[in-house]
């Protein structure tokens, strides 16, 4: 065993004073009784909350939106985005639907700019499968599909088709990976072990997101996870901004001389990756920010909205809308709703605005606001000197979310963009057998398109047969027209 350094006591002295004076110090209640290499490990949990005062007032000010928000039920100040800001490529919005020329003006728009190496992509992968049943990186779930490929792989090749169909060996889409302490190690290794799927990997660039420190139910006292070891959990999709910063991304950025980014989650097997379309229409609107949506057509579905509230882009949750608001219909067209881009956080980003705003927030220490999520953590109790697995919520995790960067950002440098639910969104949510967004409805959305694309391209299909298209062979449907007069059967896989 190593002697602690005089450093290292002083940094400890230092962190005891400054959590006290939070109302923390039972973190330090074993540090005398802990070995060299743990009291390092806590000092190093210590160290990483900035400013512990601070963030206990953050929970309590969470708390206390929290409550607001689950007694309030004034929605007036909620709006649809203005025609300006919102798109569809829905057929029977007769405002903003866009015609088959704009589809194809903004696709080869944002074709040249992938061309021209100015798209880069980012990809939330930080979740584990547990809800499947799985502990490893829910981007290596295998959906039931002919190929077997994995969530990662259906990405992959989506992305080596748009690069080939853009400009072949000279067109790179750098894919930024984001994942967590727990799937960064298993997903590094799983890309290895797949030759990267094809991809150079020099492109393929692996960077963890942030933690947070777990509370008790009142959020006035931070847990332990064992004597030497704070209790935390991922900061949610929202410490994507921090994680951009801490992991020198903006330069990555510039040397590279990206000037796009689209960002997505990993668990949706129908995402158009790096969409040219989407891509092309932003730029063209000048839009600094912009996000896909899909419709929302039942009042009772729980989905969050993109509105505008207070003249600014905001996501709400549906609990925060009236019934009433939930079922106002469209005084344009009384066949949809008033209120019904749900948001599927799909997003635009242009690297001028998080070169320019990121930096700005963490020199001046303005964070996203934390939401509370109420959950059962195991923790370390210092009264009974043992390890406590609770059964019931017992504490606090806290998220950032990605979209309160929303409503800092002008409404004519904002856009959205209606897309085909059964075209664009399929999450893989929950294990076989539950409801919905399940291994199963993931898989029959995937074939269900790609037999349609074959349908399309004068293909004989038996009647209810699926088949599966290798993403290397077409990104949306294109490049077809070999399938016309051929009879394929339930099962196929064409590659």
Not at 146 to 154: A, D, G, Q, T
Not at 184 to 201: C, H, Q, S, V
Not at 329 to 357: C, G
Not at 392 to 417: A, H, M, R, V
Request: charged letters at 25%.
């Amino acid at each position: 065993m190593t002697i602690a350094t005089s450093d290292t006591e002083t940094q400890a002295t230092e962190l005891k004073q400054v959590f006290a004076q939070a109302g923390q110090s039972h973190l330090f209640q074993f540090y005398n009784e802990l070995s060299t290499e743990e009291r390092e490990q806590l000092l190093h949990d210590a160290s990483e909350i900035s400013s512990p005062s601070k963030l206990i007032n953050s929970v309590k000010d969470a708390l206390e939106l929290l409550n607001a928000n689950s007694s309030s039920t004034d929605d007036s100040a909620f709006y649809q985005l203005p025609n300006d800001n919102f798109y569809s490529l829905l057929k029977d919005d007769d405002k903003n639907s866009l015609s088959d020329d704009e589809k194809t003006k903004y696709y080869n728009k944002g074709l040249e700019l992938i061309k021209q190496n100015k798209v880069g992509i980012i990809l939330m992968a930080g979740g584990q499968g547990t809800r499947l049943g799985s502990s490893s990186p829910k981007g290596t779930f295998r959906i039931t599909i002919p190929s077997n490929n994995s969530l990662f792989e259906l990405q992959a090749k989506r992305i080596k088709a748009l690069q080939k169909i853009s400009g072949g060996d000279t067109s790179v889409l750098p894919w930024y990976i984001m994942t967590s302490e727990p799937t960064r190690a298993p997903t590094e290794n799983f890309f290895k072990e797949n030759n990267y799927f094809g991809l150079n990997p020099q492109n393929v660039i692996f960077f963890n997101q942030g933690t947070l420190p777990c509370f008790n139910l009142k959020g006035d006292k931070i847990l332990l996870s064992s004597k030497s070891s704070i209790a935390k959990s991922p900061d949610g999709n929202g410490g994507l901004y921090k994680a951009i910063y801490d992991n020198n991304l903006l330069d990555d950025f510039k040397k590279r001389n990206l000037k796009h980014i689209h960002m997505y989650c990993v668990d949706n097997c129908l995402v158009k990756v790096a969409d040219p379309l989407f891509i092309g229409l932003a730029v063209e609107k000048k839009w600094d920010l912009a996000t896909k949506v899909v419709r929302k057509t039942d009042p009772n579905e729980s989905v969050g909205l993109i509105i505008s509230k207070n003249h600014k882009p905001a996501v709400i949750e549906y609990s925060e809308i009236s019934s009433q608001l939930a079922n106002k219909k469209d005084p344009a067209n009384d066949s949809l709703l008033y209120l019904r881009a749900a948001n599927i956080v799909n997003h635009f980003y242009s690297v001028d605005l998080l070169s320019n705003m990121i930096p700005s927030w963490i020199n001046s220490r303005k964070y996203l606001p934390y939401h509370i999520a109420k959950k059962k953590i195991p923790y370390f109790d210092t009264a009974s000197n043992q390890l406590i697995k609770p059964t019931s919520s017992n504490g606090i995790k806290l998220e950032q979310f990605i979209f309160d960067i929303f409503e800092s950002i002008s409404l004519e440098k904002f856009g959205c963009l209606e897309v085909k639910r059964e075209e664009e969104f399929s999450p893989l949510k929950n294990a076989s057998g539950a409801k919905s967004d399940t291994p199963e409805t993931s898989a029959s959305h995937l074939l269900a398109l790609h037999t349609k694309w074959l349908k399309e391209n004068g293909a004989i299909i038996k009647d209810g047969a699926k088949i599966e298209l290798d993403g290397l062979i077409s990104y949306s449907g294109e490049g077809l027209q070999f399938v016309k007069g051929k009879l394929f059967n339930n099962g196929d896989y064409i590659k």
